[in-house]
């Protein structure tokens, strides 16, 4: 990661900055980044950035997902359904936070620059650095019998508006 964020730096520090030098975002993502670049390579450095990308995101989420696909291949053959049940159920939760964090990182980095959205990017960026990490915690904590009972007691309250009362 270090060595990637590195080379992706360099890379884009090499290219001058057209105006406005004014970015219209929450954090410095390569993506927004790159719309205020101009020069004559450009297309060369957003093909070296975007290679770079699709091997920190792609390779990563594809290990992850072929080593889901061998646990559950192993879950599938045990012959136990309450094993099954605990080990599917552990495997899920950690498999829902891969997919918020991975998901939308490849739908913020491996979109072309040119059709970039900086609106979108806005509200994509914000979801994988705070609304995915701040949901990990209710996501891993959902897998124990006391706080999915007090949510199911919670959730009914509010389907008969006696919450606070």
């Known amino acids: 990661g270090v060595a990637n964020s590195a080379a992706q730096t360099a890379l884009l520090a090499a290219r001058p900055l057209c105006a406005p030098l004014r970015l219209d975002h929450f954090i410095c993502e390569l993506p927004a980044l790159l719309k205020l670049a101009c020069g004559g390579s450009r297309n060369a450095t957003e ?3 975007f290679a770079a990308r699709v091997v920190i995101l792609l390779v990563p989420s594809a290990v992850i997902l072929a080593s889901y696909g061998a646990v559950a291949r192993a879950v ?3 012959r136990s359904s309450g094993g099954r049940r ?11 936070a891969v997919c918020l964090f991975y998901g939308s990182a490849i ?3 491996l979109q072309p620059t040119h059709s970039y959205n900086q609106g979108q990017g806005k509200f994509v960026s914000l979801f994988y650095t705070v609304v995915t990490p701040a949901l990990n915690p209710l996501i891993y904590t959902l897998r124990n019998k006391e706080v999915k009972g007090a949510a199911r007691r919670f959730l009914r309250s509010l389907g008969r508006g006696q919450v606070g009362q």
């Open 47 to 49: 093909s070296q950035m």
């Open 76 to 78: 599938w053959a045990m």
């Open 107 to 109: 739908y913020t980095y």
């Open 86 to 96: 605990k080990a599917m159920g552990t495997c899920g939760s950690h498999l829902t």
